[in-house]
């Protein structure tokens, strides 16, 4: 079982910025899949941006590509996601998780919501003027 403490999140206004932060297990954080899914109420869960800690490659939803950057640290087993121009659509319960790439790419699939682990409570984001 994934091992995630997310930390992050809060209140701001459309075009704002926050940022959230993914701390995993040594063991949870070498060579997955990092990253943050989102749920809005009435919605299903969704991949918002995952990075493949093994060698750094980003993967993000359309929704969010050209505002929000996901990046890791190696050192304190971290991931970060940089969230910019924010509207009310990324209104949402974000949750950290990891899983497996898939493919000898080592590709992070946003869409595999069902294979990824380690959920914890979420970290609210509210954007809204």
């Known amino acids: 079982q994934a091992q995630l403490a997310e930390f992050g999140g809060g209140s701001v206004r459309p075009g704002g910025s926050l940022s959230l932060s993914c701390a995993a297990s040594?063991?949870?954080?070498?060579?997955?899949?990092l990253g943050w899914f989102r749920q809005a109420p009435g919605k299903e869960r969704e991949g918002v941006a995952l990075?493949?800690?093994?060698?750094?490659?980003?993967f993000y939803a359309d929704s969010v590509k050209g505002r929000f950057t996901i990046s890791q640290d190696n050192d304190k087993n971290t991931v970060h996601l940089q969230m910019n121009s924010l509207t009310t659509e990324d209104t949402a319960l974000y949750y950290c998780?990891?899983?497996?790439?898939?493919?000898?790419?080592?590709?992070?699939?946003?869409?595999?919501?069902?294979?990824?682990?380690?959920w914890g409570q979420g970290t609210q984001v509210t954007v809204s003027s």
């Open positions: 990075i493949y800690t093994g060698n750094g490659n980003p």
């Open positions: 998780a990891a899983g497996r790439p898939r493919g000898s790419w080592y590709r992070c699939i946003l869409e595999d919501v069902d294979k990824y682990s380690g």
């Open positions: 040594r063991d949870t954080y070498m060579s997955k899949c």
